[in-house]
């Protein structure tokens, strides 16, 4: 169950006494990790029990403090998507300054070489940039992605990889100012902040896929960041199993991603319900995890993932989390 303010204080007497059950231990938790302040009130209650010598309470777990402020830590807000696409632009073109030409001909994870990679990012920030000044435009999906990729490697082969970067940051720089657009602006079937964030979300997969290629060490995004590809993750969800034939109208699930930048969601299984509050099942991973899977790195019997509940609708729902990936 998730907890309300005044569910919290009805409880937290008992769970500063240990007196709690299971599944209220894991509610009170869940909140401690959401309301950071909450675990100060935790604390000075188990302290006012221990000194009346309160059974139970004399000796808390020791390490609750740390493992209450620890989920606590890592529960940050998202950003705005034009923040969270400057960042990882920023991560990334820093990264290209390191490459040099030995590198460029090494072949990534999906068959594209370091050069070809770059190139692919700038030629689908391309088709973006020009939806956005066309609203004819069809939908840009992963079918187009690689019809745009294959059509811009053709014309630019042989192109000096100087002049491949010099043309990225251009483009770049003309995708994040999409930001000035209305906000209710589509983009090539898209809001313009969901561009924003597939965007980022790209040029991370992107980045990590040239280091791991490259045997370079593993650079993950700021937790800020993480958090904010994880809320378009989940937005997706319901249309992703609907896309795989997988939609479960009626049934929802709560989706636990651990690490910074992790969260809690709760998510209908089909496109445009509502949400129940008694969700079929409790799924858990990663963060990184989940957002790799959506961007189609990770399998999903390579994902440390966990089910409470109907298991056979979590692996769905895992299964399904990769729909929209593109190259």
């Keep these: 169950m998730d907890l309300t303010p005044e569910q919290f204080e009805d409880l937290v007497g008992a769970y500063a006494l240990d007196a709690c059950e299971p599944d209220e231990v894991e509610a009170m938790e869940r909140y401690v990790a959401r309301h950071r302040e909450s675990a100060t009130e935790v604390e000075r209650l188990r302290e006012v029990a221990a000194g009346i010598g309160a059974a139970g309470a004399s000796s808390p777990p020791g390490t609750l403090r740390e493992r209450l402020l620890h989920a606590a830590e890592d529960r940050v807000s998202p950003l705005e998507a034009d923040t969270a696409l400057q960042r990882e632009t920023d991560r990334f073109d820093t990264f290209l300054d390191t490459l040099v030409e030995h590198d460029l001909a090494v072949r990534t994870h999906n068959g594209l070489t370091v050069h070809e990679l770059v190139q692919h990012l700038e030629a689908i920030d391309r088709a973006f940039v020009d939806a956005a000044h066309d609203p004819t435009t069809a939908y840009i999906g992963p079918r187009e992605v ?9 014309e630019r082969a042989g192109e000096p990889f100087a002049e491949t970067i ?16 209305p906000a209710d602006r589509r983009v090539a079937g898209y809001e313009r902040d969901d561009t924003l964030v597939i965007r980022a979300f790209e040029t991370w997969t992107h980045h990590d896929d040239l280091r791991r290629a490259l045997a370079r060490d593993a650079a993950l ?13 989940m937005k997706a969800l319901p249309l992703a199993l609907a896309a795989t034939d997988a939609a479960r109208p009626g049934r929802t699930a709560r989706i636990v991603l651990d690490g910074a930048g992790g969260g809690e969601w709760i998510v209908a299984c089909a496109p445009g319900e509502s949400p129940s509050p008694n969700p079929d099942v409790v799924v858990r991973a990663s963060v990184v995890d989940w957002c790799r899977r959506f961007a189609d790195r990770i399998e999903p ?21 990769n729909a929209f990936a593109g190259l």
């Design 146 to 154: 690689e019809a745009v990729t294959a059509r811009d490697l053709s």
């Design 221 to 233: 995004p700021d937790a800020e960041v993480l958090r904010t590809m994880a809320e378009l993750a």
């Design 166 to 181: 010099t043309r990225f940051r251009s483009t770049r720089g003309q995708l994040v100012r999409l930001r000035e657009l």
């Design 301 to 321: 019997d390579d994902m440390s993932a966990s089910f409470d509940g109907d298991a056979g609708l979590g692996r769905e729902l895992v299964a399904a989390a």
